[in-house]
T-cell receptor
Framework: GAVVSQHPSWVICKSGTSVKIECRSL??????MFWYRQFPKQSLMLMAT?????????EQGVEKDKFLINHASLTLSTLTVTSAHPEDSSFYIC???????????FGPGTRLTVL | KNQVEQSPQSLIILEGKNCTLQ??????????LRWYKQDTGRGPVSLTI?????NTKSNGRYTATLDADTKQSSLHITASQLSDSASYIC????????????FGDGTTLTVKP
C-alpha cells in the first residue's frame, strides 16, 4: 500500500509555544489530506480537510487560528498548533487520499505533549 | 446523519481462537467500507476495502464481509495471534464526500496466551 509519513513522531513542548507537524505522501500525490486528533481510548476525530493550493476546511469546533494548516504541495501538508496548551496534548494523525480508489492512507501519528 | 456503530466495544479471546467483529452503518449514498487495524500509539493500517458490489474480501487471516442491503459488515479473524491485539476500526465513505469518512468507535481486541 501507499506510504504516508509524519514528522516528528513525538514532541514535547512548553505551554505557549508553537509546534509544526508534517505529513507527507511518499509514493503518490494527494490533493486532499486530512488531520485527526485522537484522545486515549477514543476514536479518531476529524479536525480539518486540507486541500492542495486552497484553504483548509475545518470541522465545527476546531479553531482555524489555533490549528494552522498549509497544503503547499501535492505531497506535503503541515499542521501548526499555535500557542499550545496542556489540553492540546493528544495524538495527531494525518491521512492522504489516494484518488485512484478513494482510499485513505494514514500516517503513523505524532504524539504531542504540552507541559 | 451518517453513523457507524461497531460491536462489541471490546473483546478478549485466547490465542488461536477465531472472532468476529461487527459494523453497522447508515452512511448514504454508500461508496466504500474499510476496516483498519490500529496498534496502540500508531496510525491505522488498512486491512480491507470494499465497494458496493463486493460482499467478501480477505487479507491473510482477516476476512471482511459486506451486506449492502442490511448495511452491515463483519471482520472475521481466524487463528488469532498475540499480535492481533489492537483496535479495529470500521470506516465508511459516502459518494461525493470528497473522501470524508465516518469512523466507528472501534473494537478493542485483546488476544491472551
Amino acid at each position: 500500500g501507499a506510504v504516508v509519513s509524519q514528522h516528528p513522531s513525538w514532541v514535547i513542548c512548553k505551554s505557549g509555544t508553537s509546534v509544526k507537524i508534517e505529513c507527507r505522501s511518499l509514493d503518490f500525490q494527494a490533493t486532499t489530506m486530512f488531520w485527526y486528533r485522537q484522545f486515549p481510548k477514543q476514536s479518531l476525530m476529524l479536525m480539518a480537510t486540507s486541500n492542495e493550493g486552497s484553504k483548509a476546511t475545518y470541522e465545527q469546533g476546531v479553531e482555524k487560528d489555533k490549528f494552522l494548516i498549509n497544503h503547499a504541495s501535492l505531497t506535503l501538508s503541515t499542521l501548526t498548533v499555535t500557542s499550545a496548551h496542556p489540553e492540546d496534548s493528544s495524538f495527531y494523525i494525518c491521512s492522504a487520499l489516494y484518488s485512484g480508489n478513494n482510499e485513505q492512507f494514514f500516517g503513523p501519528g505524532t504524539r504531542l505533549t504540552v507541559l | 446523519k451518517n453513523q457507524v456503530e461497531q460491536s462489541p466495544q471490546s473483546l478478549i479471546i485466547l490465542e488461536g481462537k477465531n472472532c468476529t467483529l461487527q459494523c453497522n452503518y447508515t452512511v448514504s449514498p454508500f461508496s466504500n467500507l474499510r476496516w483498519y487495524k490500529q496498534d496502540t500509539g500508531r496510525g491505522p493500517v488498512s486491512l480491507t476495502i470494499m465497494t458496493f458490489s463486493e460482499n467478501t474480501k480477505s487479507n491473510g487471516r482477516y476476512t471482511a464481509t459486506l451486506d449492502a442491503d442490511t448495511k452491515q459488515s463483519s471482520l472475521h479473524i481466524t487463528a488469532s495471534q498475540l499480535s492481533d491485539s489492537a483496535s479495529y476500526i470500521c470506516v465508511v465513505s459516502a459518494k461525493g464526500a470528497a473522501g470524508k469518512s465516518t469512523f466507528g468507535d472501534g473494537t478493542t481486541l485483546t488476544v491472551k496466551p
